[in-house]
């Protein structure tokens, strides 16, 4: 999923201390890629707050399934389905085709909200007993299934489904149905297996709704019948799916197609639009490039994983969009949610995380691509301000240590923009070559499968050949980043000069980081590119140059997630006190709902002012007002005002004023 959308701007007339609010957060590396145009970052947000919220919802049913589960593998899902959205009623009927495995099984474990009345159910076509124990639906098979063997099992249930996951929503005055069921939502609207390690190999929708409404979901559409007061829907797909990728989009959509061309040949590949009648023209120019994006990624990922039936896009009213099968749901159409969401049918609906812990693999990914859709397009230096503007410098893992903090889950901090530096980073230590190739071998090895980050990070050193367990263990399991202080001098050497590197690890919260360090050497005969291994918090360095060196810089193409400062060090291994760098300011998770943690780094002691401001430049909040030691320190954020008031939902700014320096960071609130 992603969040795109316009950033925000100061409106005419803003007062003096809004402009010097603004004034600061325009200081913030967010990065540039035309002439004074940001790079946009509000698709991801609203993405991950929509995602976080979703979650949280859903409790901790992650880590409910029942141990029968563990013993059948499901075949397929027919879903038979007749939407009423004048008495927001749901009836339907599904079919669950499963292999049993491991053990004999007398009975079907499956998904499904306690609100949802089941009124049958039946096993091979015979009436069978169920019962129901809160969100899980038990069916008694007619008898001990053994492995290997196959059974039937269909539920018809009906209710109003209406909630975080389903909605009866309007748009224009017309009817406007929508799900979106990550990460456990499918059980609010249908019996399923609703887990990410069990895909089942094929799907049918059937959905009957008032005529004059147009259904889209996943796959092909089989047909399409006039009923007379009602129109039936029948969608096929045969990739394999998990239950949260099923989707439906309803409304009076106004359609149209383009058509990809495969690499390989053949037949070209429907490019489906499902659209508000009043937005046809305005998506046109960016619908456009997503038959460009399909060739770009297809030719850096392999084809287009879904390429036998479709892709496409259906506008529903969340902001951002949801990587839906071969049919993404957009609340937008700009470009980077676009890209984002079209990368997620490559990395999060071919390839799933295994479990939320690695939502990384899904969110950094399709974070990542962002920036090389614009590399592709704009070039190289397009693709460095889209990664700048991705730069997390903030305390929080990646992995997700607590899948029932759902915010931690989707913060958009650590799942989506630093999960999207590690993908960058790996391409920067293995180069292109081995980089694109390691891809190819993950998608060769668990397509249509799941995958986790120790399992994506061997097929890496398997491919590379390069022993990569510091690397995911520094940047996925470990806080921060490396903080590179560095000084330099040339002496005379054998028959030439020799360039004397210092460089000195000073970050605070985290150990020495283990890595490749590109150094930039500018001489008056010439420029050297080497790259040095650093792996100590002190360290030396000698290099041959070829005459009179004017200029030397660490990581001058920014392949790694860091800071640095050139600072005197020669003569010492490193300082004793390293000069006072700019605070740190950082805040997990984000968006948030109801804290969030706020962690600032200062080099020297002094006073501290820590302030939540609004996005008018107003005083919410104080946090901090008086003198702190040098270090880090943490805070939290409940989201209220000095006077105990909770705060309405929306963007808010975190201001940090050190004598060193100060720093700003914007904070989402969802209430």
Not at 271 to 293: I, L, R, W
Not at 504 to 532: E, I, K, N
Not at 622 to 646: K, N, Q, T, V
């Amino acid at each position: 999923m992603s969040r795109h959308a316009g950033s925000a701007r100061p409106a005419a007339g803003i007062t003096a201390s809004s402009a010097l609010l603004f004034a600061l957060l325009a200081s913030l590396p967010i990065g540039s890629y035309g002439a004074g145009e940001p790079v946009p970052t509000e698709h991801r947000r609203l993405e991950a707050a929509t995602k976080a919220r979703l979650a949280a919802a859903a409790g901790r049913v992650d880590a409910q399934k029942t141990a029968g589960q563990d013993l059948y593998d499901v075949l397929h899902y027919d879903l038979d389905l007749t939407l009423a959205p004048a008495s927001h009623l749901l009836t339907g009927q599904v079919a669950t085709t499963a292999r049993i495995v491991d053990a004999p099984l007398s009975a079907l474990d499956l998904d499904l909200k306690s609100t949802m009345a089941v009124t049958a159910a039946t096993c091979g076509g015979a009436p069978a007993a169920w019962t129901r124990s809160g969100d899980v639906l038990t069916v008694t098979l007619d008898r001990a299934y053994v492995p290997g063997e196959t059974v039937v099992v269909s539920v018809a249930y009906h209710g109003d489904p209406a909630g975080d996951y389903f909605g009866w929503s309007s748009v224009g005055g017309q009817p406007m149905i929508w799900t979106l069921s990550e990460p456990f939502g499918s059980r609010d609207w249908w019996p399923c297996k609703d887990l990410n390690t069990d895909k089942a190999d094929s799907v049918d929708v059937r959905v009957t709704v008032p005529d004059g409404l147009i259904a889209a979901s996943n796959g092909l559409l089989a047909s399409e019948v006039d009923n007379g007061a009602t129109r039936t829907f029948l969608w096929r797909t045969r990739y394999p799916i998990v239950p949260y990728l099923v989707s439906l989009a309803i409304h009076p959509y106004t359609r149209f197609s383009h058509w990809y061309a495969p690499l390989a040949g053949g037949d070209p590949m429907e490019v489906q639009y499902f659209v508000y009648p009043s937005h046809y023209e305005a998506v046109q120019t960016n619908y456009a490039k997503t038959v460009p994006m399909i060739t770009a990624f297809a030719q850096a990922f392999g084809e287009y994983p879904f390429v036998r039936e479709k892709y496409g896009h259906a506008e529903f009213v969340w902001g951002g969009g949801m990587e839906h099968q071969t049919l993404t749901s957009l609340g937008g159409y700009g470009e980077d949610l676009i890209s984002h969401e079209l990368a997620h049918q490559w990395w999060g609906d071919m390839i799933t995380c295994a479990d939320f812990h690695h939502i990384w693999l899904n969110e950094g990914f399709a974070t990542w691509c962002e920036a090389y859709w614009k590399e592709r397009t704009a070039g190289v230096a397009t693709y460095r301000a889209y990664m700048n503007a991705a730069a997390y410098l903030g305390p929080g893992t990646i992995y997700v240590e607590d899948t029932s903090d759902f915010w931690g889950i989707f913060d958009g901090n650590l799942s989506y923009n630093k999960g999207s530096w590690v993908v960058h980073m790996l391409r920067g230590v293995l180069g292109d070559a081995d980089f694109f190739a390691g891809l190819t071998a993950y998608r060769d090895r668990y397509a249509y499968g799941s995958a986790t980050t120790e399992q994506f990070r061997d097929v890496m050193e398997e491919v590379s050949g390069r022993d990569l367990d510091a690397f995911f263990q520094q940047w996925i399991y470990g806080d921060y980043h490396p903080v590179y202080f560095y000084d330099w001098e040339t002496t005379a050497h054998d028959a030439g000069l020799e360039l004397n590197l210092a460089v000195t690890q000073a970050q605070v919260g985290a150990g020495p980081f283990a890595m490749p360090l590109p150094v930039r050497v500018t001489t008056v005969a010439g420029v050297v590119d080497t790259v040095v291994w650093n792996d100590v918090a002190r360290q030396s360095y000698r290099i041959a140059v070829p005459g009179a060196v004017t200029a030397v810089a660490l990581d001058p193409d920014g392949w790694i997630l860091c800071e640095k400062a050139a600072v005197p060090l020669m003569g010492t291994a490193a300082p004793d006190a390293p000069p006072a760098a700019p605070p740190r300011l950082a805040c997990a998770p984000n968006p948030f709902n109801p804290e969030t943690e706020v962690a600032i780094v200062t080099s020297a002691a002094g006073r501290v002012d820590l302030a939540v401001h609004d996005v008018a430049g107003r005083l919410i909040a104080s946090l901090c007002a008086g003198d702190l030691p040098a270090g880090e320190h943490r805070f939290r954020w409940r989201g209220r005002d000095d006077a105990g008031r909770a705060v309405a939902s929306g963007t808010y700014y975190l201001r940090l004023r050190t004598p060193a320096g100060s720093a700003l960071r914007p904070v989402a609130l969802v209430r």
